[in-house]
């Protein structure tokens, strides 16, 4: 019997042991498996910070300016750390809106453009030179909340362009002009609302175009181009032409990326005039048309005065105009740039509201008008009329208009079938 009772109490034991033995190895495999996982969330951690970095990283160089080489200023710089900011080097800067005047002749346009000369590019140097914007607002013009009320195209100058940015009080005017080109004028600044911005409180625009009178004449008569004088029949005509875009029309064919049916190709033509007929100081006679109208898209003003042309001279007739504000898709002549100036930006709206209550003056620029009409006449129509009479520009186009169709685009009409329901990009930012 005792015999047995030891046995029970080994075989007890033995059982005890095993079962320990057993728990013993699962904690230590589960300890084992538990850190197995915690090192690779710790490495998982790793791994997404430093992607969060290369992002942020990323994101920073894309907001940088294209045309500069930043991986060299960046190495230059090597570990060189920001100075501490100090309160006293902070400088108020307030909404406000400036007057500039600008030859477009030698330029690529208004907007800046990577390689290229243009307009704004010369106006952040200046800028930058003489304090009025930050290193971070000439790298980037976003930050300094900068918006032009029109984007001109290659070659187009503008009389009155208004631009709207967060700039210092008590600016020198005088010594910014001095580090600009004689081809680009800052003639006003006024202080505007904080919302204020100079595209969106735009109400209308107006455009002008100048141009040798001897675009209207008949292509069939032999004219010479020094001695032309245009008859006040033929400006009638040309009038006439005019006063039929005015109103809400459909204009997809007087640009590019748009479709009939695309709502933003609809705009509203206040009023198109035609001047009478002047002499320039070269002693050629030369004509200028005007259009105001909301707003306007790409190339849409040199298509329109374009087309009207070449009904003019009798290459078509009026019935094309017809057809071109309806859904056919027609081949139209475009008009070239030099003649295009955009005159005025209307901001009558903004006026009535703000320019009477005692803090912001209306954008009328009275003042400065003396100093524009002058920058006008010796700077923006003088190039206009020595460019024409030297390079003939608008006589080289006049014979390019008999290649035009004036008639449906037939290799676009299948591409145009099958894309009239895809939504086109906006183009309302690309004006004249």
């Not at 001095?178 to 004028?185: E, N, T």
Request: charged share 30%; proline share 4%.
């Amino acid at each position: 019997m005792e015999t047995l009772e030891r046995l029970k109490l080994l075989d007890h034991h033995i059982l005890t042991t095993a079962r320990y033995k057993s728990f013993t190895a699962a904690m230590s495999e589960a300890l084992e498996i538990l850190e197995q996982q915690q090192e690779q969330r710790k490495q998982e951690k790793e791994v997404a910070i430093e992607t969060t970095k290369e992002m942020k990283k990323l994101k920073r160089n894309l907001k940088r300016r294209k045309w500069v080489d930043w991986k060299t200023e960046d190495e230059e710089k090597g570990d060189e750390k920001r100075a501490a900011f100090n309160p006293a080097d902070r400088v108020k800067r307030k909404k406000t809106a400036i007057l500039l005047s600008y030859s477009g002749a030698n330029y690529f346009g208004m907007q800046r453009n990577p390689g290229m000369a243009t307009i704004e590019e010369e106006l952040f140097k200046a800028m930058h030179k003489n304090k009025w914007i930050t290193d971070e607002s000439y790298e980037q013009a976003q930050s300094c909340m900068f918006q032009r009320a029109a984007r001109t195209d290659k070659g187009v100058s503008a009389a009155r362009q208004v631009c709207s940015m967060k700039l210092p009080e008590d600016l020198d005017i005088d010594a910014l002009n001095k580090d600009l080109p004689d081809q680009i004028r800052l003639f006003g600044i006024e202080r505007v609302t904080k919302g204020f911005n100079a595209k969106d409180q735009c109400n209308a625009r107006t455009y002008t175009y100048t141009m040798p009178s001897i675009a209207f004449a008949d292509f069939n008569e032999k004219s010479e181009y020094e001695k032309f004088r245009l008859s006040p029949e033929r400006v009638k005509k040309a009038q006439g032409v005019l006063q039929l875009f005015e109103g809400t029309k459909n204009f997809h064919n007087f640009t590019s990326r748009k479709n009939f049916l695309d709502p933003s190709a609809k705009r509203f033509i206040m009023s198109f005039t035609c001047s009478e007929p002047f002499v320039s100081p070269q002693g050629v006679e030369f004509i200028t048309v005007k259009v105001k109208g909301q707003s306007f898209m790409l190339h849409q003003i040199r298509k329109m005065v374009g087309l009207t042309i070449a009904i003019v001279r009798g290459h078509t007739d009026v019935a094309t105009l017809d057809r071109a504000l309806t859904e056919e898709r027609l081949d139209l002549p475009m008009a070239p740039g030099l003649g295009l100036v955009l005159d005025t930006v209307h901001y009558e709206r903004y006026n009535e509201r703000y320019g009477q209550d005692g803090i912001h003056n209306p954008l009328t620029w009275e003042k400065q008008e003396p100093e524009v009409k002058n920058f006008i006449e010796t700077k923006i129509f003088e190039t206009i009329y020595r460019t024409e009479c030297e390079q003939k520009p608008l006589l080289e186009w006049l014979e390019t208009l008999p290649l035009h169709s004036y008639d449906a685009r037939k290799e676009e009409a299948s591409a145009a079938a099958a894309n009239a329901d895809k939504p086109n990009k906006n183009d309302d930012d690309n004006e004249e």
